[in-house]
């Protein structure tokens, strides 16, 4: 690699840690570590956001994807785009004023404990173990992201470059909490948005401009330029389906809770809506012009090697651009890496902090010995990542896809029916939760389950096509019907709780 992409690859590496250390000089308490004293603006909040919702996904899973299969791969951003709309329209300025109604709760496990008053602490543990499970495999789809650009960028093994990028990112999010990690994405978010409006406009006026690109693909695949070609009913539900999970990502839901005013919210939504829909055309034709770039088909240009689509990004930047802009360009995939580990990471300690160790161990844990605890989790939870995301052949858009629908089902419906609807109950949020988080991880094996449990033979199971439905759908589905069923047949909530309910209801007006 030419040295000049180094130096400004390692210019952004400090300028990220040197945020690390000023935001530890403004962290004086928890709230200050895990919501930044609900002080944020709301462009910093919208771009922190998308930039901790998209990831590394953005930058290699999704123009790989696009790659590999074409246009029939666009579903799932019109998905998240619907998805992400629906979340600031609906969920945002209901939980940010629901949230310090109910005692001023800063994590979600907090929210749902004080929102239905469980003295059990059962929907505390619950939720903090959901948030725990599936954070490990979200953040290990970073990690291996990670890896695969070190790899890439840097001639080094994956192992090694598994633990550089690993070691960067738990360094400056164990300094400075919430308001590292939210002004590291700000920035972030901005770099990821420059990267992915250049790199398809330059690589798209090499080939000849839009129209010889789409007409290279064309000769290459025509099924490449076909929204529909190669794609069942199931399969565009299933796509568009991965907007229902915005609704339960505990590390976008915290940036609505940290917004300063309610006020703030609609500048945010037009902000963070803005900023995602351009950087998914970005992404979009990054991997529909890697298509003609690197496709070989008798045209005289080099294909990618097999197993190798979710470097598309990494290989332009290498390509066509000079070294120095090169190193910002690959600063923008590390920066898409490290705005959502970071986040999850976050959100993880805080709950062993908030949920588990104030919770159930030390009730009258000091704050300071919170935030410590907080920093300690923080590492715990990324060597548990790290040992998950040691396999290679790990692919980031299929460990995204599992911790997403886990999240989604199991916190999406129960949150939703949290803020809108009073007659919710405690055992119903728990019924809920616990259905969706498990339908997602039995759905996810259930081939396997019917082939080896069930004795059903391997070519009747591919047969059946409601098996290939992204498990987001039944999981949501089944958590909001078994929430409903089991707050309507219990006794209704109690006189305060339904008193909160309506104060948290005229505070919108």
Known sequence: MELAT?????????????????????????????????????????LSAGASDMSSWLLLGLPGALYLRGMGEIWIAIGLAIGAYLNWQFLAVRLRTYTEIAKDSITLPEFFENRFHDDSKLLRIISALVILIFFAFYTSSGLVAGAL?????????YIQALW???????????????????????FQGILMFFALLVVPIVAITKMGGLGETIN???????????AFQGVTVIGVISLLAWGLG???????????????????????????????????????????????????????????????????????????????????????????????????LLVSSSALAEDVYKGFLRKNATDKELVWVGRIGIVLIAIIAIILAYNPENSVLDLVGYAWAGFGAA????????????????????????????TVIVWAELD??????????KDVVNQMPLLGLYEIIPGFLLAGLVAIIVSLTGQEPGKEIQLEFERAKAELK
Not at 170 to 175: C, E, M, V
Not at 417 to 424: G, T
């Open 246 to 344: 915005y609704f339960g990502q505990p590390h976008i839901i915290t940036r609505f809770m940290a917004v300063k005013s309610i006020k703030e919210i609609p500048k945010a939504r037009a902000t963070g809506m803005t900023w995602m829909v351009f950087s998914l055309f970005g992404a979009i034709f990054t991997g529909f012009s890697g298509i003609a770039y690197f496709s070989a088909n008798g045209l005289g240009m080099s294909p990618l090697p097999e197993g190798a689509h979710e470097t598309v990004f990494i290989l332009f930047t290498q390509i066509l651009f000079d070294p120095w802009i090169a190193g910002f360009l690959l600063a923008a995939i590390l920066s898409a890496i490290m705005s959502t580990i970071d986040s999850q």
């Open 411 to 438: 916190f999406g419906p129960v949150l939703l029916l949290s803020l809108y609807w009073k007659r919710m109950t405690r055992n119903g949020a728990l019924a809920g939760m616990i259905v969706g988080g498990l």
């Open 164 to 186: 550089i990028g690993a070691i960067v990112i738990i360094s400056y999010t164990f300094l400075g909490g919430f308001l590292a990690v939210s002004w590291t994405d700000f």
């Open 216 to 226: 290279t693909v064309g000769m290459i695949d025509p099924s490449y330029l076909d």
């Open 149 to 157: 650009l070190f790899e890439a960028s840097f001639g080094m093994t």
């Open 6 to 46: 180094i130096i400004t690859f390692l210019v952004y590496l400090l300028g990220m840690l040197a945020i690390g250390l000023i935001a530890y000089r403004l962290t004086n308490n928890l709230s200050d570590y895990v919501l930044g004293g609900r002080k944020l603006t709301g462009s910093v909040a919208a």
């Open 448 to 457: 396997a389950i019917l082939v080896y449990v069930f004795d059903i033979s």
